[in-house]
């Protein structure tokens, strides 16, 4: 167990649709990161929040977007859903947001979009 | 952007063997990690590499961080049962890049041992 908990784990929804996943960090850490994982592209980096604030953007579509609120948990939304959403959204995080601090994982949300 | 070309895509090896997979790039990472997957599970973080050159161990697990940095590799010794699952390797590009901060991960190797 990482300390890092996603809900939920999955979730079936239809094209078209909005979604909200939600991740809660390990205690302390300050840093959230969303990752997208799917056979074709493989674990690709989304977005990075640090104490609230966005650092960095990854290959994160304009349908999607992110926020990390006070209490540092965060939510990743996605709209107007296509097939090609379907995917495992891993949610990470960090004490600092350096490259040498460690990300821990955790479990991830399984969206399937039909 | 960046992209990592891990290899191999898969194994099938017997208990006791040892494995080794390595990961490597065309352009300069400023750090080498490899994680591994189980089914169901996040990635878990094995090794961390932050130096050229730097060679660490984790038990049976041993990875290099290549003197050129754009590569590293990872063994196994006397593979168990329990080490099946995938491994990825991940990297930072280097600072004032577009992609600074952005981890990148391989395509991964799914190892299944036979016991």
């Known amino acids: 167990d990482s300390g890092v908990t996603q809900t939920p784990k999955h979730l079936i929804t239809a094209t078209g649709q909005r979604v909200t996943l939600r991740c809660s960090p390990r205690?302390?850490?300050?840093?959230v990161y969303w990752y997208q994982q799917s056979l074709d592209q493989g674990l690709q980096f989304l977005i990075h929040?640090?104490?609230?604030?966005?650092?960095a953007k990854g290959n994160i579509l304009e349908r999607f977007s992110a926020q990390q609120f006070p209490d540092l948990h965060s939510e990743l939304n996605l709209s107007s859903l296509e097939l090609g959403d379907s995917a495992l959204y891993f949610c990470?995080?960090?004490?600092?947001?350096?490259?040498?601090?460690?990300?821990?994982f955790g479990p991830g949300t399984r969206l399937t979009v039909l | 952007g960046q992209q990592l070309n891990q290899s191999p895509q898969s194994m099938f090896i017997q208990e006791g063997e040892d494995v080794s997979m390595n990961c490597t790039s065309s352009?300069?990472?400023?750090?080498w990690l490899w994680y591994k997957q189980d089914p169901g599970e996040g990635p878990v973080l094995l090794i961390a590499?932050?130096?050229?050159?730097e060679l660490t161990s984790n038990g049976r697990l041993t990875a290099q961080f290549g003197i050129t940095r754009k590569d590293s590799f990872l063994n196994i010794s006397a593979s168990i049962p329990s080490d099946v699952g995938i491994y990825f390797c991940?990297?930072?590009?280097?600072?004032?890049?577009?992609?600074?901060?952005?981890?990148?991960f391989g395509q991964g190797t799914i190892l299944t041992v036979h016991p």
């Open positions: 990470a995080s960090s004490a600092g947001g350096g490259i040498t601090d460690t990300q821990y």
């Open positions: 205690s302390g850490d300050l840093s």
């Open positions: 929040y640090y104490n609230g604030e966005e650092r």
């Open positions: 352009s300069i990472f400023n750090t």
């Open positions: 590499l932050y130096k050229a050159g």
């Open positions: 991940a990297g930072h590009p280097p600072v004032g890049g577009t992609s600074y901060g952005k981890l990148t």
